[in-house]
């Protein structure tokens, strides 16, 4: 009987999270409309923006239902399949890629433009939930986690050739999956410490981190002096911390485009440019501001509706909902992202198949990450780099690749009583 009910299309769907979706695409669509020029406004005009982002949008739901209908055990099975074909993709686009913005990120099809980048999270969050799954990994051996990281690293280093740096940290989110299935706090504490570095390499002389990075260094070793092993490892990492900051240096000379090397200057006040790289963010912040606590009204907010904030229905689409809608507009939208990430975690942890509770945590975490990211850049916290906020944003292959990567999840838990 319980494989029968199984088997039925959408039988045990968490109806819930779908209504999430649904409410975050009806938010997108809305606020795009609100974004688009007073005299090119036009109701069921297809070939506007908000137009285009509906048809987007019901395609998406159909593509979400039609994932439902399929076995879920398929997803396992041919997880390295669509791995390797998002792979391929993100080779294709460096060759016949459209450069848009300083990024070769886009594969032209006709009218439309196809991001591979955007199907390389779910394509890596399956193939990485494979492996934990088949080989029961306990992340304390150096293999398993060079193995975990390079299933990361390989689409993570294609898209910074494109280059998308923006797109590419976000790949950093599966760090947390695999801290949840054994890897060592140690390397998230890494991870706090390159970015910690990575700051403090701009505002302090390189010569004064070394030596602060030396005492600390002295120190710990003089504390632990009777065990060789901690003082070999403390010499290691004092090391590799030293030679970073040289690394960050050449990095940011000879890998960040320029306008990256603009908009990261302008976060740490190093510099202003308030009609150049820095135009974007302030414009941002007005708009958000001028919303104050309900907002001017939709289709009031003159920010918006005069075009002020550029990328205003894609990158900075959350200053037309702070415009608009104001700071409970604001807090509607994000506590609907934290209602969907709570949702996810607690549907994560109650799945049967190890399968499925790393790609339930890999769909949280990229979730996570984008809607961090995304709105620190428009209210100024975070240097922009160029990401959309999930389900919001203008534009097709975001909104298909997160309906793909949350509809997949849906159909590993609605499956979680049988064996994935």
Known sequence: MQQQQGNRFFFNVDWITVLIYIALCAVGFTNIFASVPPEKSAAFD?????????????????????????????????APFIYGI????????????????????????????????????????LLLARYVSTFNPKFRDIKSIVIAGLIVLAPLLLIMLQPDTGSALVFLAFMFPLYREGLSGYFLLIFLGMIVLFVADFLVPTYVLILILTTIGGLFIYNNRRKQK??????????????????????????????????IELMLGLKTDNKG????????????????????????????????????????????????????????????????LLRLINLAERQRS?????????????????????????????????????????????????TILLFIFLKLDSNRMGFI
Not at 387 to 396: D, K, R, T
């Open 46 to 78: 297809f070939g506007a923006l908000y137009g285009k982002q509906l048809i987007y949008i019901v395609t998406g739901l159909v593509l979400g239902l039609s994932i439902l209908l399929f076995d879920g055990r398929l997803f396992n099975v041919f």
């Open 354 to 402: 190890t399968f499925s509770r790393v790609y339930g945590y890999s769909v949280a975490c990229i979730l996570f990450f984008h809607v961090f990211i995304n709105i620190g850049m428009t209210i100024g916290i975070i240097p922009v780099i160029g990401i959309p906020l999930p389900l919001i944003s203008y534009g097709g292959s975001s909104l298909w690749s997160f």
């Open 86 to 125: 998002t792979l391929l993709l993100l080779v294709i686009v460096l060759f016949v890629g459209r450069n848009v913005g300083g990024n070769q990120a886009w594969i032209p099809i006709g009218s439309f433009r196809l991001q591979p980048s955007e199907f390389a999270k779910f394509g890596t969050a």
């Open 230 to 263: 901690i003082i070999i490892s403390t010499v290691l990492v004092t090391l590799v911390a030293i030679a970073y900051l040289f690394v960050v240096k050449i990095a940011y000379e000879k890998v960040l485009a320029p306008h990256q090397r603009s908009r």
């Open 277 to 340: 790289a820095g135009y974007n963010v302030i414009q941002s912040q007005i708009a958000i501001g001028s919303g104050q606590a309900t907002g001017r009204g939709f289709l009031q907010g003159t920010q918006t509706k005069y075009g002020y904030v550029p990328e205003q229905s894609t990158d900075f689409i959350f200053s037309t909902i702070g415009e608009e809608w104001g700071f409970l507009g604001c807090s509607v939208v994000i506590g609907l992202y934290i209602f969907l």
